[in-house]
């Protein structure tokens, strides 16, 4: 894409030159110079017929020359085409995709093919009859091309075809040939699906030449026997070949049928049959065909559906004609052609087939079109169909994305009133939609539709009359739809805000754009969730309409801005820079204010953690920039032609220009000040990322790369006008050092930005040197045995090629080594060093192995000669020959050899055919015989190590990343290699190839190391793609071949035990079968699927061990993986039904082996039919969005199989009632599973899924509980919503009478299933319905089971479950009694332990305490029930139940905190931890933002308090009770601190709890303490420091200050979120700002504010110098030195700092300015004059030292 990208912009550059050249000119050019002109226009477009717009661009310069000399062009392009029809030779794939494009792209060579037309025929003809022999050539792309130049030439040239044809005396065999070769490509001779399509299309083209409509009808009734399976004769004017279908896939009627749509003329479509007139083609010939094909389940379901859209196209295109032929209308309703579309477009809208869901649309909108166009023309104005179809849409779930499209297409026909009405919930269900990912598209087009329809008719409305005005009708939109987008923007759902913003504002204001001021009318910046909701709006209005948000609020716009780009959270922030930045017009120059909100607003958000922040943030300063250098661009021009006299303006230009030019010098000098190690990786990556921004838009650089975003043709006027003055050097040598400095970074990322920065936009050589330099520092890293530096070198060696000098500086320093004469010889000389050097490396290796590890250790050089090979610029053919492609060849096959055989032990062993990989066992044996051998036979004392040793750790990295390395590098050179390979010249032969297949087979079998094969893998993919997609049939065969031997390996019964399985094997045969092209049949993918379904169905022998590996287990270990494959794509899903019965009748298998594979097989498999699931904001929906209707559409086969399953299982339940014989069906749970994930709710109009609900009504009853809570789940997916009374009705009446005998299992799993039919009916909010009532009744009558009659707590706890459903339809008495007895059983004591005791307790609290009275009775009696029932409420506060109800909230507090002394004594750490928790969530539950959220309850008593606290901080000082529950313990003495009044106690307590914080708040602490730290600072912290009498306690505050800086640096952003929480409550509380809630601040704003604090209230204490000092380095420089100069790693991986987001440089910065404050306040205090004195005594000896160092660095 990148070279179109050039060749095209030079052809437009030549072109418009050629254009301005005068026509006269031309006329006097002497002819021996345009014919020159001529032939080099012509050979241009011989050499870019693969790139049709540079075609047709030439073609245009052509045509203009053609004006100058029409003959001399026509000449020209006969003489080239001549040299392709008169060869002798037949013709080859250039010949053939030359003449494509003079056909298509040549208006001179479609002139020329009208004169020479036969001799391309003839051609033609000789050629099918060869490509048709052979496999590879039919099924590749000559025979493609071949039948698209007889599509060309029947189309373009189709007046000199006919006669052919059509007439007698002038037909041949020519055109007869070409005919039957084309029939024969259909039916299936050829397997290329995309070749078989376009014959088809050929053939219909060939009918649409037929002079006379009766000849050309005939002729496609006659092309319709297509359908037939025996053999049939084709017709086509004079012309007739005899047909044999060869295959049965559906191709051939796709072909043709696709082929009439789209080429026939109408009156051919609307032809009758010779025998029967009354039938119609397109009616009656071609729609039985199209709706079979749609009704199949082939591989080819995408274009089944194209058809049906393209068929109904054509229908409404000749509907007038069709009323004309038939006198009746087309889709009466009820008639079976409007059922026969209505069901095909139902049952297919949630294909999981790509594409197919689009077609389903199109087509659902064409047959309402259709249909509309059929009631208006018969005068019908009922137009029934849209209001069933209405009815039908609305039953339909809210998670079905069908649903949504379906609305859009039949609003138009009902307008937005009548479906809003008859839908009341559409605005509730848009909510749902935009909170969950997949249907926010769907939700927010239905948004879209249904508004623009508002629109409409409020216009048409008033059309008598003025246009309405905008704000009028903006307040009619708002009245429908402002709380619903109010709710959506403000919503803490992320998603729903997220995508209410980014789909629904946009159209909102498209179609409304007055609807700015109701929205923002509704907004207060201070109340959660609208400072987003603002900042959306406003960016959304700027960006849309174009208007300044500046004058739509007045002054306050600009402070809400600022609010929001202080904002602690992301999105807020995000928003709010949107609204800086955007603009439809890049031309509109930011204004003053912006510019300087910008250079504020850069510097605090460059060390985000978000990567879509980072990004974001890039987009919209790159949108700012812009607009700069638009604006700027605009002003420079209109400098140019400005008028004199005009000085106002001129000042106002060079006032923008001067701020403008000011602002990118300053982005662009930024960066750099964050690249220097130290910073933190989210800081060093935005700052790459801000100067990639500045590089890209405001240099001359040209990207090729890039389709969009270039920079304007008149860019250089404005760079030259920045350097004039002094600004703008963005390349200078300082710049450069500072990236290249940044190819040596730990992280990846890192490393890649600034190296395509430095050859992007840097010049194009380094200095001699600079490489110098950098030349011996890749070779010292190549040799580093850690990976990370190794890739760093190989890195820099590629960045060192692309900037070297002509004769790179390495071929001056190896004069051994001789240049090639190819076209590239510093490329070709760096190839061979590195050559060199991985030989050296090998040889190394095979000498002495743990040598190597350390100093050359393989992987690294591998990598260096794929980044020079595969990521130069240049092709391939330019840097290599054959002789060093074998070279490589070589070297990798004896390296890999050498590594295999190291982690065999036994290289000889390695080196035989035997597919039996070492285990991890012998691999860690081999490899520590190695080292025993390399230390002298030493192997420690005896002691066996759980660790790895270094030097074993070595040399497993060296062997496992240099295998991964080989296969990588092997398979991307490969592909190259062919890629760019030309039929004269290929630097790989077969048998290169096959050695190459040999290296791959040997790491994929011969290692189990996932890393080795994982990576391998990807080469190997490659390497097949590369080989399957070749013309040459022997290459092909090579994948095709490793497949074979692969398949033998899994089939072949081994000796090898099953810790020694090949990780690879499955891999293998994964990669060749992904490796095909997707538009072919895959043949080796069903050649490989049957023969694994027969190994894996073969019965085990009768004497099998299963300590050995079984061909059968290993054969569904390969199943599953070619189930998970992701390059399979839906391939695979063909298969399904086979896969998932093998699987499930697997499970039960009495090998372990096989039934744990056939378990993951199982799962594997159902999430690849069923698609990933569906992902909300809250956890999601349990089930996929297909339905049991989809599912079964699609696995027809799986629908008896499963039934009959479920159905055996029933039978058992079925025995005697006393039989107590437990029925195991293996296959039972996983088929309950699958049937529960498919997506509830959908009506079954056809009844065909009601099969299953017996047997599943009939499971209740099962023994085993989980089968009995699955079978409750499958029943509701399975049940369609119509039916959900009745079975509720036939459950409930089931239930049985206390007298009556039941068996338990049974009335557990009736309960079960009532509970979740309930939950799925009564989803939405409505009155009762009489069977509804019938329902209660029956519940209410049974109400024993919930009482100690019924003596089986889990049957009880269910009951209690229905009940709590039914709750709110439930009367009074029938919910007291149930209370009373719940009360009743809670407060008796147990005598024994009864199964689902605690379950049923778990029930009865969340029963009781949903009623206020029980509630509080229960929370009363908390002391006097039993501990486990005490642990039970406790974990219901947790859960969060307890904080709904303000009142009850009081009394569990008052509960919990008057027994807290007794559960911080007792013996039970977890119920220690959950009263905590529970306290902790009544105490401070709600928002911590607003200003009154600590409850203002009665504290503790005097004497409790003080000993609670004692021992929570005691818990807290010895570190008694694990993290989470030490974190729970810190934040409830927090809370009880924050309420003691003022007692002598209360500063020794504070004084502990400092000292807590201080040890916890290390970053070696866990996470959870270091927050809770955070969480205590907010609770306890902000009431004591905010107030004003801090004379006592400075000692205190500097402590918590400091704490506070400390957690503002934490390494986890939720510690620092919520330490800028504390800094932000704690500004909020001293500003007295109590009638708001609190601004949460940006921790990058908190930092200065907590220092400001810091210095205005502790200046002059003892320790506030120290809080200062501790933040800066150390400044002892000769460390720092002696640390670069290190050159060898002491070990093979890095130690990661505790806290690696630290950066004490960024600190530094922020710390200095206060430092000098306190120096200038020398005088002041004598206390600070003493501090800074000592400090400066015990420093000076350092800095003198350093600045010592200093000028030893630079002298002078």
Partial sequence: STVKRCKERCLEEAFQLLRHIPEAQLHVLEESHLLLLVRLFISMQLQMVNISTACRKVDQMLQHLAKVDHSLVFRETHRCLHAIVQSDQILSFEDLQRACMFLEDSTVGREVWRESYLSLLMKVSEL????????????????????????????????????????????????????????????????????????????????NTAPESRAGEAA??????????????????????????????????????????????????????VDATEMCLLLKGLFPLVYALCEEKLDCHYFAFEVLTLWLKKVKECLADIWKMTGVRLLPDNSNLQQELIHIIWTNAESPVEGVSDFVRSAFCLLLDIYEMDCEQFCDTKKTLFFTLLQRIIKLPWEAKAKYYRLCALLPYLGSDMVLDQYAEIPNHL?????????????????????????RELCDGSQKSASPPELDLANQWARRWRPVLHEALTSDVTLLQNNSSTHLLPCTFHVFPSAVDPLLASLDPFAPGHLHAWACIMSSYRAVTGGSPWALQG????????????????????????????????????????????????????????????????????????????????????????????????????????????????LGQLPYSYLAPGHSYQRKKTALLLLSAVLETCTDTWSPDKKKGQPPANMRSLINCARQRGQWDFVCRTKQLVLISCLEDSTNEIRELSAGLLLRFFPPSFSDDLAAVLLTRTKQLLCSPRVQEAQMGALMIKVLLQKSQDQPEDCRLNSNITVSSGSKPKASCMIKFLLKELEEHYLTAKADMMLAARTKPIHGVVS?????????????????????????????????????????????????????????????????????????????????????????????????????????????????ILTESKPSKCLLKKGDLMKASKIFKNILLKCRHW??????????????????????????????????QGLQVVQSPRSTSVTRRAAGLPMLILCVVSAGEASKARPLLAHSMQTLLETAKTPLPENWDQTLDLPQVCAVHTLQALVRGSGLGVAVLQFAPAVAMLSLTLLSSPCWAMRNAALQLYSSLCSRMLGQRPSSEEGGPTQHGMSPLAFFFHYPALQPFLLGELRVAAQDLQGPSNEAKLHLQPSLYPVLTLLAQLQPGVQDSTETLSDFLPPLLQLSASPIYSVRVMASKALVAMTPPSEYMNILIKLTAQLPSPQE?????????????????????????????????????????????????????????????????????????????????LMHDLQTPQQELQVGLSSLHQQAIHFLCADLKWACQIWDNFSAVSPDLRLSLVTWVVDGQGSQQTSLKQVIQRVLQSNLREALLSHSVE????????????????????????PQSAPLEDPVLPECLDLLLGDLEDQRGGPEFLSQALYAASLLLSQWSDSSLKISMFQRWCSVLVCQRSPDAPEVLRMACAEALCVAGVPLLSLREHSTLPAIMIRLINTGLHLLQDQSQQVRMKAACFTSMLHHARRGKSQRSVYLMQVNQALPLLLDLLLEECWDTPGTLEVLLCNLPPPDLRSVLREAFETGCSSLYEQDEANVFAELSVMSAHVLPYLLQMAGKYSESSALAQSLSAWAEASAAQVLDSLAVCKELQPG
């Avoid at 017709?235 to 295959?247: D, K, M, S």
């Avoid at 025993?932 to 270094?950: F, I, M, N």
């Fill in 1011 to 1044: 890393g080795a094969v994982e990576g391998c893998c990807i080469g190997f993919t490659k390497f097949c793609a590369s080989l399957l997609s070749s013309n040459d049939p022997d290459l092909r065969d090579i994948p095709a071949h490793m497949l074979k």
């Fill in 1471 to 1494: 119920y220690r931890r959950a009263y905590l928790a529970a306290l902790v969530a009544v105490m401070a539950g709600g928002d911590s933002t607003l200003p009154q959220h600590l």
């Fill in 864 to 976: 260096a000669l794929q980044r020079c090979l595969l990521e130069a610029p240049s092709s391939v053919y330019d840097t290599l020959d054959h002789s060093l492609t074998t070279l490589v060849l070589g070297l990798l096959e004896n390296i890999s050899l050498l590594l295999l055989g190291i982690l065999y032990g036994d290289r000889d062993a390695c080196a035989t055919e035997k597919d039996a990989p070492p285990s991890f066992c012998d691999m860690g044996n081999a490899i520590s015989s190695l080292i025993a051998q390399a230390s002298g036979g030493d192997q420690g004392d005896g002691e066996e190590c759980v660790l790895l040793s270094e030097e074993h750790s070595l040399v497993l990295t060296c062997c496992w990343v240099s295998l991964k390395e080989i296969g990588v590098f092997l398979g991307s050179l490969v592909e190259k």
């Fill in 1301 to 1381: 005998r039941c068996c338990h299992n049974g009335l557990h799993g009736q309960l079960l299933q009532i509970k979740a039919i309930l939950e799925r009916a009564l989803c939405t909010d409505s009155a009762p319905s009489a069977d509804l009532c019938e329902v209660l009744s029956r519940v209410g009558a049974s109400l024993w089971l919930g009482t100690e009659a019924q003596r089986c707590p889990l049957v009880r706890a269910a009951y209690v479950r229905v009940a709590h459903s039914l709750r709110r339809f439930c009367c009074e008495t029938y919910l007291s009694k149930l209370s009373d007895a």
């Fill in 555 to 666: 002054s306050s716009t600009l402070e809400t801005l600022q609010l929001a780009l202080g904002s602690a959270d992301d999105k807020v922030r995000l928003a709010a820079l949107n609204l800086l930045c955007c603009s439809p017009k890049t031309k509109d120059t930011p204004i003053t204010e912006e510019m300087s909100i910008m250079r504020m607003f850069i510097p605090q958000n460059l060390n985000c953690e978000s990567s879509p922040f980072r990004q974001h943030f890039q987009a919209g300063v790159k949108k700012f920039l812009v607009r700069i250098r638009d604006g700027c661009l605009a002003h420079v021009r209109g400098q140019k032609g400005k008028k004199k006299g005009d000085a106002t303006h001129s000042e106002r230009a060079q006032d923008i220009l001067e701020q403008g030019i000011g602002f990118v010098e300053w």
């Fill in 220 to 273: 496609a009734w006659s092309l319709l026997q297509v359908s037939h399976l025996e053999p049939w004769l084709l017709t086509v004017g004079a012309l007739q070949v005899q047909c044999n279908p060869t295959r049965k896939d559906g191709v051939d009627r796709l072909a043709v049928s696709r082929g009439l749509l789209t080429c026939c003329r109408p009156h051919i479509m609307l032809s009758s049959h």
């Fill in 128 to 207: 099918f009859p060869v490509v048709l022999k052979q496999e590879s050539l039919r099924d590749g792309p000559l025979c493609y091309i071949a039948v698209k130049v007889c599509l060309q030439i029947f189309q373009l040239l189709s007046s000199e075809v006919a006669p052919l044809v059509w007439d007698k005396e002038h037909g041949g065999p020519t055109v007869q040939t070409i005919l039957q070769a084309l029939m024969d490509i259909i039916l299936g001779q050829c397997y290329n699906r995309d070749t078989r399509l376009l014959a088809g299309t050929a053939v219909a083209m060939l009918i």
């Fill in 431 to 455: 909510l749902k939609c935009l909170s969950t990912n997949h249907l926010s598209p769907c939700g927010s087009e239905l948004y879209k539709c249904l508004i623009q329809q508002q629109r």
